[in-house]
C-alpha cells in the first residue's frame, strides 16, 4: 500500500522523523496541519506530486471539513492520522489491516482496537485456563486471572440502601467478589440480613469475613460462597460445618504468628474435612516487615502450587501515603510472581478509592504480560493516569515575547456570577457531572467544553476576563471528575 502523509509547515521535521520511509509526504500551504482544507491538500497534490499513484492519504487527526469530494477527484481514500504528528510512528504499521475512519482521528482508534483485541484476549486466556476451585462458574487459583475481592467494610452495621448501593458500585467498577465485612459487635440478624441484600444487589459470589464462629455458622445457614477467615481459635468449632457445606474457606496464620502457623492451621482444617482450602500468607504494610511477607507468600507458593493464594493488598495501600494506582499494580506484579490468586482490598480511604477498578486492570496486564513472556507495557490497556507515556513536541522560547501579568483589578460581571461544583456519581465511578449555576439557571453538563457552549449560547457572561476564568475553573471541574478527585471553586487544584 502507498501512503501520503500530508502536513504543516510547523510539523514537518516531526512528521518526517515518525514516517521514515513508511510513507510519502507532502507540506500543505500552512502553518498549522490542522488548517489543512480539501482546497490546500488538492494544490499541495498537484504541486508536489508528479505521478499519483497512492492507495491513502493521511490527514492530520484534528483537522476538520469534508473531503469527499477530493476523495472523489483523486480517487483514493483520504483519512484521519493521529493528533498528533510523532504518533504516526505507531499508526503507519497498521495500515494493510485495518479501516481508518473520516471522524475518529486514527490514535484514537487504534488505540480503541487495541484496548478490544486486549479484552478479547483475556477473555479467551480466562476460558483456556485451569483452576483447583471455582465459585458460581469464576475460576480461582491455577493459570486463571487474579480475582478481585472488594470487602465492604462494617456491612453489618450500614443501613439497606448504603449497603445495597456499595455493593452495586464496587461490582460496576469490576470486583469478581464481594466480601461482607462484620463489624466486633455483629449479631447473626446482622449478618442475616446483609447476606440478604447481596443476594438481592449482586449475582458474583459473597464472602463473610469474620472469625467468630457464630457469625460464620449464620452465614452458612444463608449459603455463603466462601469464608474469612480460619485459624486456631475457630477451626475446632466451625470448620467441620464449612466442610459439609464444601465451600472454600480462607485459612490464616494465628496473630503473631508466621509462616509454620499458616501451615498448622492448613493441616488442621484439612484434617476437619475442609477441602476448598485458600491460603493467606498475609501481606504486611511497609515498614512493618512487607519483604519477608512476599519470600513468605513465595515459599508457599512454591511448596504448594495447587492452593489458591489470598493476597491483602489493601493492608499496603491503606497504610501508605501514595496514590494507590502504581502501588496497586506494582503488588498486583508482585502477587503474579507469588503464586496469588484473590486480590483483596477494601477500598475505604479516599486515597485508595479506585483501588477495584485498578486492581482489575492490573491483574488483565498481568495476564497479558505473562502470555506474552513481556513485562506489561505495549499491551493495549494500562494504567497510567497522570503521567506521560510519550511527551507532546514542546515549544522553544520566542526571541521577542511579552511576560505575562495577571490583572490586579477585577470588575464583577453584570451579567452576574456563576458558581461551579461538581456531581459524583453516585456509585463512585468517575462519570459524575458538572454543575455551573447562574442567579437565573443552573446547567448540567458532563465537560467544560459544552458548559463554556451553554453559557455563551444563553449569553450570560458580557466581560472576557469572566468567560476566561470561567473556562479556567470548568476545565479543573472536569479534570476533577476524571481522576476522581473533589473540586472547590477557586482552590488550587
Excluded at 503474579?336 to 482490598?345: C, M, N, P
Excluded at 513536541?393 to 495577571?406: C, I, Q, Y
Aim: aromatic share 4%; hydrophobic share 45%; with cysteine.
Amino acid at each position: 500500500m502507498k501512503i501520503l502523509v500530508a502536513t504543516g509547515r510547523l510539523a514537518e521535521q516531526t512528521v518526517r522523523n515518525a514516517v521514515g520511509d513508511r510513507a510519502d509526504i507532502i507540506v500543505a500551504d500552512t502553518q498549522i496541519a490542522a488548517f489543512i482544507t480539501p482546497l490546500k491538500l488538492l494544490a499541495a497534490i498537484r504541486e508536489q506530486v508528479p505521478v499519483f499513484d497512492y492507495n491513502l492519504i493521511f490527514i492530520p487527526g484534528l483537522v476538520s471539513g469534508n473531503f469527499e469530494k477530493a476523495e472523489q477527484e483523486l480517487g483514493c481514500k483520504i483519512r484521519l492520522g493521529p493528533k498528533h504528528a510523532y504518533d504516526l510512528f505507531f499508526v503507519l504499521p497498521f495500515t494493510e489491516t485495518m479501516e481508518f475512519s473520516t471522524e475518529v482521528p486514527a490514535c484514537e482508534l487504534l488505540a480503541n482496537v487495541r484496548r478490544a483485541m486486549a479484552i478479547e484476549k483475556i477473555e479467551e486466556l480466562e476460558n483456556a485456563s485451569n483452576s483447583p476451585l471455582e465459585l458460581h462458574g469464576m475460576k480461582i487459583g491455577g493459570n486463571s486471572r487474579m480475582k478481585v475481592l472488594a470487602e465492604v467494610v462494617d456491612a453489618t452495621g450500614l443501613d439497606p440502601e448504603a449497603l445495597e448501593l456499595r455493593i452495586r458500585s464496587f461490582e460496576m467498577k469490576g470486583a469478581d467478589m464481594i466480601d461482607l465485612g462484620a463489624s466486633l459487635h455483629a449479631t447473626p440478624d446482622n449478618v442475616k440480613r446483609a447476606i440478604a441484600i447481596a443476594r438481592k444487589a449482586t449475582d458474583i459470589p459473597v464472602s463473610i469475613d469474620t472469625l467468630d464462629p457464630v457469625l460464620i455458622r449464620e452465614a452458612l445457614s444463608c449459603n455463603i460462597d466462601m469464608v474469612l477467615s480460619l485459624d486456631s481459635s475457630n477451626i475446632a468449632e466451625i470448620a467441620s460445618e464449612i466442610a459439609a457445606r464444601e465451600i472454600p474457606a480462607v485459612v490464616i496464620p494465628d496473630q503473631g504468628g508466621g509462616f509454620e502457623s499458616l501451615m498448622n492451621n492448613m493441616e488442621l482444617a484439612k484434617s476437619a474435612g475442609v477441602k476448598k482450602l485458600i491460603a493467606d500468607p498475609v501481606l504486611d504494610p511497609i515498614g512493618h516487615g512487607i519483604a519477608g511477607s512476599i519470600v513468605r507468600y513465595m515459599e508457599f507458593h512454591e511448596k504448594n502450587p495447587e492452593i489458591p493464594v489470598f493476597y491483602g493488598i489493601g493492608n499496603v495501600t491503606e497504610l501508605i501515603d501514595v496514590d494507590s494506582t502504581g502501588v496497586n499494580a506494582t503488588l498486583c506484579g508482585i502477587g503474579a510472581d507469588v503464586g496469588a490468586s484473590i486480590l483483596f482490598t477494601p477500598e475505604y480511604s479516599n486515597k485508595t478509592q479506585g483501588s477495584i477498578s485498578e486492581l482489575k486492570r492490573a491483574s488483565q496486564m498481568m495476564v497479558l504480560a505473562k502470555e506474552r513472556e513481556s513485562s506489561p507495557k505495549d499491551l493495549g490497556i494500562d494504567l497510567i493516569e497522570i503521567k506521560e507515556k510519550r511527551r507532546r513536541t514542546d515549544s522553544t522560547l520566542p526571541e521577542t515575547f511579552v511576560s505575562a501579568e495577571k490583572n490586579r483589578m477585577w470588575t464583577v460581571d453584570p451579567k452576574g456570577s456563576i458558581r461551579i461544583s461538581i456531581i459524583p456519581d453516585r456509585f463512585g465511578m468517575k462519570d459524575g457531572s458538572i454543575l455551573a449555576e447562574h442567579d437565573s439557571v443552573s446547567i448540567v453538563g458532563k465537560t467544560a467544553r459544552e458548559i463554556m457552549d451553554t453559557i455563551l449560547k444563553m449569553e450570560l457572561v458580557s466581560r472576557m476576563e469572566h468567560a476566561a476564568y470561567l473556562g479556567q475553573e470548568l476545565k479543573k471541574a472536569e479534570l476533577a471528575l476524571k481522576l476522581g478527585r473533589s473540586y472547590a471553586q477557586d482552590d488550587e487544584f
